[in-house]
């Protein structure tokens, strides 16, 4: 192990979820798909503005941070926050405890975005600081002249009420109504818009944390949180293991507890408390089978946070506490794949961490391998299927839509704002790749390799190429006869799927196929389809897979025959909706815009918004419901979707 030790460097990706296109499949297969895209600069080394090359990123560089973690490094982080809803403000310090890699370095450099510092001090005497040139994605660095030999500096500041990482909800933007709402969302490079610190997933710190709230609100954060707290507007948390900035997370709200099991529960508005635990009863089961399959859960608790529908994200891997979407309290447990999914970061991604934004396909593919487990081992085999297959359709509508260079899992970000690349290539193709290495060796000698994995880099930060190094000595090694590394750097280095990659298949399908060409042909009524047993799954592959174009009186028919409009489900109802935006089918209009409205999810919105931009009247429809949504969408969901409505 000593050989793939813990990474030194600073970097970083992030992305945003744009990319896929509801409609139908592509047609074509991924060889032509390849064979017609381009990657640029293949072999050359060139390198951009900051002068870094394609070796200096394998190595682990993180170009979304402007932190100098090689010389000193934060260890530790000791927060003291006050909330002001009324001024939108964290007011308070951050102290941060350093090691230097030779005692010669004293300038430590943190990330900061629109933070107002308003003292440094070490030891209780200012020290002097400074704050460089604005960058648009990367916020302001900050040097620190730490005085010789010291180790803990203390940074004074407030954060700005537009902080990109921090959403401030006002009463009527809640469940209950009465109380205000906060929530932080750190991934992947919006730390630094509220606590001063060296933002890459490289630097993994332990953190202590005492928040002042108003007095009727609990503080919960990604680290210890006692149930029975009393409510005094005074808060203490510990995160006794390391971990990456943008796992660092805060919410404050009217916020209860309830129990699902010995080790998990949920945190919700009161209103949503009931249908939240019942819905996500599954969640222990969940912990303990995948304990069983790949090693024991790190990190004590595994609660959830249900957030206002404003929450741009489906959910959040936040450690001890994932941050959820109340879009997914479906009634039916059809959408807790998402919990499967925040779940298993708990081993991908934040016991094994992506050194940088561009390894994030660490973090996401491995994690969408496991959630497909999870549920198969919760669920059964024909759930999986199902899902593998409507996640092998998002991937390809994405590859269908991209450049070849975001199909590349090892993508290069150089330049880019990691919020502004989003697709399903890290999480389903990443995933692909994992499973076709399950065919090839056996489901049992991949598992006892990700156990291992887990523990041979734990609470560690690693890049694709130490990945790489790491299959070359165990399972290229082990198996040479079923694995070779050409096939691998293919999947990881090349656009596209390679030939003869796994194609998830399943029978619930083939039927739904069927019973869909029948009605496009005019041989079955709608009213006469048998629906009774489909799952969300089941009418989500109809959906997603009708023609572009259906006329308005097929609409009808499938409206009258199943409600589609006012469908209670959040997926179908998106499947639905992108079917009547594509096809300008007006009585489901009402319900478009109250969707746009209500929920805030980038994924669930953004391809509606983008949709609508494609005509005029479209457009100025979207721009209704923009306009009235805004005041209430996160600032991440603002920033994807402004572009539709210009
Ligand atoms: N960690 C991600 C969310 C994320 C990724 C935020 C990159 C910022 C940058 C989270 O685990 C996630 O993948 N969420 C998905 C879940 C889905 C794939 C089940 C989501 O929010 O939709
Ligand atoms: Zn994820």
Redesign the pocket.
Known sequence: MKKYGLLTGAVCL????ACSENNSVSEKTQADAAAHKEVANESVDNADSRGLTQSDIASGVDYHSFSNPNEIRVTHLNLDLTANFDTKQLVGYAELQVERASPQFNDLVLDTRALDISEVTAQGKPVPFTLGEKDKDLGTALSITLPEGVNTVKVAYATSAEASGVQWLTPAQTAGKEHPFLFT?A??VHARSFIPLQDSPQVRVTYNATIKTPESLLAVMSASNDPDTPRDGEYEFTMPQPIPS?LIALAIGDLKFKAMGERTGVYAEPALLESAAKEFEDTEAMLEVTEKTYGPYQWDRYDLLILPPSFP?????NPRLSFI?PTVIAGDKSLV??IA??LA?SWS?NTVTNATWRD?WL??GF??YL?YRIMEMIYGNDRFKKEAVLGYQDLQNDIAALEANDEILAIDLRGRN??DV?SNIP?EKGALFLREIEHKIGRENFDAFLMQYFQDFAFKSITTDTFIAYLEDTLLAQYPDKLDAKRINTWIFEPGIPQDAPKPESDAFVKIDKTRAAWLEGSVKAVDIDTTNWTVHEWLYFLNNMPTTLSTQQLEKLDTAFALTSTQNNEIAHSWLMIAVANKYEPAYDRLYDYLVSIG?N?LVKPLYRELSKTPDGKAFAKRAFEEAKPGYHPLTVKANEGYVQ
């Open positions: 992030p992305l945003l979820f969302q991934q992947a943008y994200f489906g959910g959040m891997e979407t794949s998402l999914h925040e970061h991604g994030l973090n996401e994690t969408t959630t990691p919020d989003f999480y999810r994924k």
